[in-house]
């Protein structure tokens, strides 16, 4: 939820059982983040891209906390700053 900066719980309910009426442009802009970086991680790490994702980092963007601790800071430009990361990373 908090990936997708949702605050209601029944509105993830919603999502996930495809009743999806209208999503901001805030939550847009988030999943094509979270897309972009899942799709990159799949790329780079084919079979360890979901741990990837969870171990801690010594990259100075993550200060050796894992990359999902960023993105779930609530701020969608962190998510930004992954997707550069990884975007950076394929080259």
Known sequence: MRLLGLES???FQSWRRGAVAAISKDAL???SYVLGIYKG???LLPKTAD???RKSNTAGIFGGRSA????TSG???DLYVVRQYVDAQLG
């Open 75 to 77: 701020n969608v430009a």
């Open 51 to 53: 741990q990837w994702i």
């Open 9 to 11: 719980r029944s509105t």
């Open 68 to 71: 999902l601790d960023r993105m």
């Open 41 to 43: 991680l799949h790329i």
């Open 29 to 31: 802009e988030r999943i």
